[in-house]
C-alpha cells in the first residue's frame, strides 16, 4: 500500500505558473505508475495527467497538453506536475493517484484503474 500526499497547489492568476508535487511512502514507489486528476465544484474527477512506471510514457487531456508536464523523480518518490499558461478553467483540486500497472511502459487514463489516492491540493486560478 501507497500514502500520498499532494502539496503546490495556491491562488495564482491567469498565466501564471504551478508546480505540484505528490509525495508517497509505503510500498516502493518505482513500482507504481502514477496519474494526476481533478476535480472542480458541481463537476465529476477528471483526467489531466498520467505516467508510467518507467517514466518513459506520458499521456495528457487534450486541454492541458502543451501547457503541463507529467514527470517522477523515483529517488524522492514524488511525482510532479508542472503547470505553465493557467487558465481560470484550470480551477479545481488536483488529486494524484497510483496504481499497479501490468507493464513497466503503461499508463491509465480511468478514474477506476487507480487503486491509491491523495487528498487533494486546490488550484484556483483568477482572471
Known amino acids: 500500500q501507497v500514502q500520498l500526499v499532494e502539496s503546490g497547489g495556491g491562488l495564482v492568476q491567469a498565466g501564471d505558473s504551478l508546480r505540484l508535487a505528490c509525495a508517497a511512502s509505503g510500498r516502493t514507489f518505482s513500482t507504481y505508475a502514477m496519474g494526476w486528476f481533478r476535480q472542480a465544484p458541481g463537476k465529476e474527477r477528471e483526467f489531466v495527467a498520467a505516467?508510467?512506471?518507467?517514466?518513459?510514457?506520458?499521456f495528457y487531456e487534450n486541454s492541458v497538453e502543451g501547457r503541463c508536464t507529467i514527470s517522477r523523480d523515483d529517488a524522492k518518490s514524488t511525482v510532479y506536475l508542472q503547470m505553465n499558461s493557467l487558465k481560470p478553467e484550470d480551477t479545481a483540486l488536483y488529486y494524484c493517484?497510483?496504481?499497479?500497472?501490468?507493464?513497466?511502459?503503461?499508463?491509465?487514463?480511468?478514474?477506476?484503474?487507480?487503486?491509491?489516492w491523495g487528498q487533494g491540493t486546490q488550484v484556483t486560478v483568477s482572471s
Open positions: 505516467i508510467s512506471r518507467s517514466g518513459g510514457n506520458t
Open positions: 493517484a497510483a496504481t499497479t500497472p501490468h507493464y513497466m511502459d503503461s499508463y491509465y487514463l480511468g478514474i477506476y484503474e487507480y487503486h491509491y
